[in-house]
């Protein structure tokens, strides 16, 4: 496969454990955020979204926490499973900006041991 | 299959030369962009497009330009091309005013020797 970035931060996670991948982003006037899944030798794939109004949002086994104060987002996948193993990222926009372009973070490499 | 087609997959080049990425939106998207996912800076913004107009530009260079044609298809054109733009480039498309329809393509990656 391809190799997205030599240098990301690595998350190992025994298989069915849950994960936690953080995020601190840059802009206070953001008001969108997205978590993206990239797997190898693919594009950037939707796992969820958050707006700044609020806190929390709960998808199938994932949450997304965000702290507007610290500027900071996390991602929580629940019993972790192989198929899980990939780079997340998570990207942010402000609206204000007047485009849907999106300001991606570093990404984390989440490897699953079986 | 995210409904985004990119072409070529893959593109080797030299120093120096001009290549074409072509990107084509799913069906009834009227916006495409342009990233650049690179090993050291990571998934940058260059160039949005919207039903053929430039909508918003992000840290695009002066030797690459883009265009969407009436069919709403896109291409990025890269020019003059140096070492390190050797990169992935990703085209995503969305039908404007939801995000839950930006869908990113599978990318080509550029080699340039």
């Known amino acids: 496969g391809e190799s997205v970035g030599l240098h990301l931060p690595t998350l190992s996670v025994q298989e069915g454990d849950n994960s936690i991948i953080n995020c601190a982003y840059s802009n206070s006037a953001s008001d969108y955020f997205i978590w993206y899944k990239q797997e190898s030798g693919k594009g950037p794939q939707f796992i969820i979204d958050?707006?700044?109004?609020?806190d929390k949002r709960q998808g199938q086994r994932v949450t997304v926490l965000l702290n507007k104060t610290v500027k900071h987002l996390s991602l929580q996948i629940a019993a972790t499973q192989p198929g899980d193993s990939a780079v997340y990222f998570c990207a942010e926009n402000h609206s204000g900006a007047g485009s849907y372009q999106l300001t991606f973070g570093k990404g984390t490499k989440l490897s699953v041991i079986p | 299959d995210s409904g985004v087609t990119q072409t070529p997959k893959h593109l080797i080049t030299a120093t120096g030369q001009r290549v074409t990425l072509r990107c084509s939106p799913r069906?009834?998207?009227?916006?495409v962009y342009w990233y650049q996912q690179s090993l050291d800076q990571g998934l940058q913004f260059l160039i949005q497009y919207y039903n053929g107009e430039e909508r918003a530009k992000g840290n695009i260079l002066e030797r690459f330009s883009a265009q969407q044609f009436p069919d709403l298809h896109s291409e990025l054109n890269l020019s003059s091309l140096e070492l390190g733009d050797s990169a992935l480039y990703f085209c995503?498309?969305?039908?404007?005013?939801?995000?839950?329809?930006?869908?990113f393509g599978s990318g080509t990656r550029l080699t340039v020797v």
């Open positions: 958050i707006r700044s109004n609020m």
């Open positions: 069906s009834g998207d009227l916006s």
């Open positions: 995503a498309s969305s039908p404007e005013g939801n995000f839950y329809g930006y869908t």
